[in-house]
């Protein structure tokens, strides 16, 4: 895969994808939930990109390998409460416009924007202060982070779908930049 830059055709994928990402973003960050039905989108468009971009039933393949591996890179981490149903979903049905081998290296870009964006929430939440006497003091001693701390009201998750989104572009328009290509 060379990224979306690669034709008018890719760069059309690339839109299409970028909006439907963009979107789920701006869902999760507004009410904390991610639109089965554009989860749904996401997941077919890139079935569709796969099989035209690639010969039919590799294409299938591809597409169907990626959804099963970013689906099976995040589930545990819902099963432990740590994620929602529709940031694994969401993620999955990405996966979709992505080689397989590229699936790993946004969920890993995904879990460092992930690590940014929780940061920047102990911040907004707690302010400069604590979060770095909290960070200090996990790093002496990680026992501490297992207590979280309390939240702003109304807030009670992380809009992980943004960090989700970051690490899926990131690598689907610069697969390069992963030396994976």
Known sequence: ?????????????????????????????RSRRIPNRL???????????????????SGVARSLIALAIGFGL??????????????VKLFAAASCWLAPAHVVAAALLSAIAGGVLSIVGLVLAHGLGLTTLRIAQGIQNPRVLATPLGVAP???TLP?????????????WFPRWIHLS
């Open 1 to 29: 895969m060379s990224g979306f830059g690669s034709s008018i055709f890719a760069a059309l994928g690339g839109a299409v994808f970028t909006v439907g990402l963009v979107m789920a973003s701006v869902s999760d960050v």
């Open 39 to 57: 989860v749904l989108f996401l997941a077919l468009a890139g079935l569709v990109y796969s099989i035209v971009s690639t010969p039919t039933w």
């Open 160 to 172: 992980y779908g943004l960090a989700m989104a970051v690490g899926l572009l990131i690598v689907a």
């Open 154 to 156: 109304g807030k009670k």
């Open 74 to 87: 995040w589930i545990p981490f819902y099963a432990l409460r740590m994620l929602g149903a529709g940031d």
